[in-house]
T-cell receptor, first 111, second 113 residues
Framework: KAGVTQTPRYLIKTRGQQVTLSCSPISGHRSVSWYQQTPGQGLQFLFEYFSETQRNKGNFPGRFSGRQFSNSRSEMNVSTLELGDSALYLC??????????FGQGTRLTVV | QQQVKQSPQSLIVQKGGISIINCAYENTAFDYFPWYQQFPGKGPALLIAIRPDVSEKKEGRFTISFNKSAKQFSLHIMDSQPGDSATYFCAASKNFGNEKLTFGTGTRLTIIP
């Protein structure tokens, strides 16, 4: 069974630009969560979508947004990029309770 | 506010030894405690998880010990192998894992021959 697929794997963007990251969950999984991983702050929860609705939201500014499509694929968008947004962005999918399966992440570098 | 505290930050263990990583949490509403293993360039992968109705759970060489009254849980890796060298994260969630995962800061484990 295919795992969680995130694209692209690597991105370099300039300050002030915007970026869109994509996540394809495991087939049949309706919950998709996004996390930001940095050396300083560790893994921090961004938001979670379930059946196209945002169900939970972390403590990130409004520049971070997301959406989920009817096929459960999800995108997250970061507008007006800042240097501090450089991080590994991880997507996780799950059936509901218990195990969350993570993708390999998108490494975003803001210069 | 760091709700899950993890220690140590790094750990070196000899091959065949026992690796022990500890976590403490503050929010008594947490009811699902997983451990994740992450290799460089990969996303975290679930190792083992426990709910507070049991004090210990074992899967192969990996054991979680859980102390509800102390609000602490730990991961024990028996007979540690070089292939276990990775970063380990504890996490906690409410509603039996239906809500967001709150992660510890991670432990970089190195197993030396």
């Amino acid at each position: 069974k295919a795992g969680v697929t995130q694209t692209p794997r690597y991105l370099i963007k300039t300050r002030g630009q915007q970026v869109t990251l994509s996540c394809s969950p495991i087939s049949g999984h309706r919950s998709v969560s996004w996390y930001q991983q940095t050396p300083g702050q560790g893994l921090q929860f961004l938001f979670e979508y379930f059946s196209e609705t945002q169900r939970n939201k972390g403590n990130f500014p409004g520049r971070f947004s997301g959406r989920q499509f009817s096929n459960s694929r999800s995108e997250m968008n970061v507008s007006t990029l800042e240097l501090g947004d450089s991080a590994l962005y991880l997507c996780a999918s799950s059936l509901g309770a218990d195990e969350a399966f993570f993708g390999q992440g998108t490494r975003l570098t803001v210069v | 506010q760091q709700q899950v505290k993890q220690s140590p930050q790094s750990l070196i263990v000899q091959k065949g030894g026992i690796s022990i990583i500890n976590c403490a949490y503050e929010n008594t509403a947490f009811d699902y405690f997983p451990w994740y293993q992450q290799f460089p360039g990969k996303g975290p992968a679930l190792l083992i998880a426990i709910r507070p109705d049991v004090s210990e759970k074992k899967e192969g060489r990996f054991t979680i010990s859980f102390n509800k009254s102390a609000k602490q849980f730990s991961l024990h890796i028996m007979d540690s192998q070089p292939g276990d060298s990775a970063t380990y994260f504890c996490a906690a969630s409410k509603n039996f894992g239906n809500e967001k995962l709150t992660f510890g800061t991670g432990t970089r484990l190195t197993i030396i021959p």
